[in-house]
């Protein structure tokens, strides 16, 4: 399986955005994506334009759509186009999240903890939903916008992701630049293992799985063995003991240089407040050893600092426990 960098959040012209679709494509393009969701507001009339400047470049190209609504914003790839979002509201999200997965494609909450900008109604998650309830969505936003290990917006959706994966709720982690237009020197991607060619099935399949992991600015090239067996991030493991090893490798040299970019340690998170943790060597490999028990799942963290500020670099799907 090889993991590919994605952005699954962006927007045109079409809706709020500055970017042509051609402009925003070479843009992708020029930062070493390998392709892009276009979720532009209620809308996917730049779906065309994106698809043909997509195929010309190179790119992967992922057909999607925000929902924006009163009680916050949910990204639909791959299926948004068939259903009707404008009825969308509390009492039948649960069952609109289901329509989305029975068509193949994939559902997740968008910045769910971020005001609007300006100050604005449906900016953050507000659908009053249990957390149980979360198991009718594939993915969620952990981190969003610009900066994104050092807003504290993100550091809120964070936790409230994994306290949905506490409750028993298996779903994907992902970030969204939420990109609009140019600007801003740190973002990230978000990565999705693919298993054989490059498409937009294999794409969606992977967030489906939980195979995915958000960086900015540097690779995990890790796995975690146990039981005889070999596991990719958000694969349901049993009890058992394990170990995480691997490297962590620079994605863009210059990008790493432009911002100061220092990896520290990686740590594996549990749901018991426990951790784990490996120092890097000067190859930048790593090997973590765990017993897994009791917790519900287990988190890969890759910490260090971007201009002297400490931060979380990346953040996987965790390894769920069956």
Known sequence: MKYYPFELHTHTLHSDGSFTPDYLVRSAKKVGLNGIALTDHNTVSGHTQTL????????TFIPGIEWTTFYGHI???GAGTI?????VNPSNILEKAKEVQALDGCIGIAHPCRCGHPICTGGSDSWGLSLKD????THYEIWS???PGSNTTNAVAINTYRLICDAGVKIACVYGRDWHRQGGDVYAMTFLGIDGSLSVDTALNAIKSRHTYISTGIIIDGILKGNNKQYQFGDIITEGDYRFAGRILNFDQYYIQKNNISIEKVIIYSDHNTTYESALDNNGSFSISFKASSSKYYQVVVVGSINGEKVDLAL???YFIC
């Not at 043909?52 to 790119?59: A, D, F, I, P």
């Not at 259903?83 to 009825?87: E, H, L, V």
């Not at 979360?134 to 969505?137: M, V």
């Open 83 to 87: 259903i009707d979002w404008r009825s």
């Open 75 to 77: 990204t639909v790839l």
């Open 145 to 147: 916008g610009m900066y």
């Open 52 to 59: 043909k400047s997509c195929n010309r470049h190179g790119l």
């Open 316 to 318: 996987a799907s965790p």
């Open 134 to 137: 979360y198991s009718a969505f």
